[in-house]
């Protein structure tokens, strides 16, 4: 069984920069692979960015492309996503999750495994 607890959501205006964390259990951290997802209220589950075991590969949908970064530390089993120039569109409850049986990195909510109950980002205009 594998825990993940996001932190680091909040109320930000257009522009501010957020960072949010990721915390997973499991001895075997550095065997997953690890995805951010976001949702906002009345829409689907949306991809946004995503990492291989050992942070040599990620991968990011085009919203957020050269604004949000993705990184992990596997010496403190945490997974983290820096955001910045927030737009109002970015406000969303952010999810992280774990893929631990095929280490691919991907942006398919389905093949993700285990899944966090989120943070909220609210972004004013």
């Known amino acids: 069984q594998v825990q993940l607890v996001e932190s680091g959501g909040g109320l930000v205006q257009a522009g501010d920069s957020l960072i949010l964390s990721c915390a997973a259990s499991?001895?075997?951290?550095?065997?997953?692979?690890m995805g951010w997802f976001r949702q906002a209220p009345g829409k689907e589950r949306d991809f946004v960015a995503a990492?291989?075991?050992?942070?040599?590969?990620?991968y990011y949908a085009d919203s957020v492309k050269g604004r949000f970064t993705i990184s992990r530390d596997n010496t403190k089993n945490t997974v983290y996503l820096q955001m910045h120039s927030l737009k109002p569109e970015d406000a969303a409850v952010y999810h992280c999750?774990?893929?631990?049986?095929?280490?691919?990195?991907?942006?398919?909510?389905?093949?993700?495994?285990?899944w966090g109950q989120g943070t909220q980002v609210a972004v004013s205009s």
């Open positions: 499991g001895r075997t951290f550095s065997r997953y692979s």
């Open positions: 999750a774990a893929e631990i049986h095929r280490l691919v990195v991907t942006s398919i909510a389905n093949e993700y495994d285990y």
């Open positions: 990492i291989s075991w050992n942070g040599g590969s990620t």
